[in-house]
């Protein structure tokens, strides 16, 4: 129980805290880029198509795919919450690892070959490039004190953001079915009420959250510095 309510203090003092910071809307994105990604990576594997990848300025996104067979719309759909909640979980294990370095590469190449191969509307392109630069830059040249934070700016946006975008898709599989996204196509292929796909995604992101709040407070022999 202990656990729990540490990792909801947490979530609401960084959700807080996050909402003041210059530019978070920015960093939001990575949230959204990691999940476009997650349906791509996943439609790759099954051997289908990705056609290209939008994201938008209100953090929004959309991947567009093609595939054989309507089974396979399932694990694609199910790769976008989950994989955006297991990537907020990696970052902080990296941290806890002292792979803080590691951590940020894998952001910042990402970012580059989502925008190389997938990315094609105009504001997604312009962030994609620009993230990417700036990750870059922060891995190359910053002194570590400023690499670690970034690192860390980046983890906490992509766990806040990993955990209140299934609860929005849950109030809209509630209040509006059609526009419910992930949940209303699982809803479709399934016939699963969406709001049980959303809530479903709810709980898996709450459960990845505890377990990288937890790695916050472990340390290993390593140390928790982002180091090169």
Known sequence: MFSWLRMALIIIVTIFLTRFIPFSDFFQNVNTLVHELAHAVVTLLLKGSVMHIYLYADQSGVTYTSYTNNWMLIPIALAGYMGSALFALLLFYLHARGKG???????????????????????????????????????????????????????????????????????????????AGDAASLSQSTFVPGFVWAALFCGFSLWCAKIAVGYLFRRSGSGIQISK
């Open 101 to 179: 370095s590691f951590g940020l590469a894998c952001v910042a190449i990402a970012a580059g070959a989502a925008l190389a191969l997938f990315v094609r509307n105009d504001y997604g392109m312009a962030w994609s490039a620009g993230f990417t630069a700036l990750t870059a830059f922060i891995y190359f040249a910053a002194p570590s004190w400023l690499r670690s934070g970034y690192y860390l700016l980046i983890a906490f946006i992509c766990l806040v953001e990993s955990i209140i975008s299934p609860f929005i898709l849950l109030y809209l599989a509630v209040t509006d079915p059609a526009s």
